[in-house]
């Protein structure tokens, strides 16, 4: 958990992206929005999720940088906002262990 915290801390995306993100991860629910963003089913363990997440991100940032025409701001936010409402779920289950 501690390795993908750093990772999470580490990621620097521009204010305006963040922001929208934050906002769509109120409304996250973990089945439906994992299936549309991965295009497969639920993965059992949020830490795999939140790679698999991390992944897709890394590269939609590339192409968010390069400007690249197949680059959709709607799908950035919405996989965003997935990373965001992952890591609150596997922070609220690291809570309830200790």
Known sequence: MHDLTSLLHSLHRPR???????IAAEEYRRDPHLARVLGAPTPGHR??????LLEIEGLMNERRKARDGAYSVARHVETLAAVIG???LMARAEDRLT
Do not use: F, T
């Not at 305006?16 to 934050?22: D, P, S, V, Y």
């Not at 830490?47 to 698999?52: M, N, P, V, Y």
């Open 47 to 52: 830490g795999a999720a939140l790679l698999q």
């Open 16 to 22: 305006l992206l963040i922001r929208a993100a934050r």
């Open 86 to 88: 992952e890591a609150r």
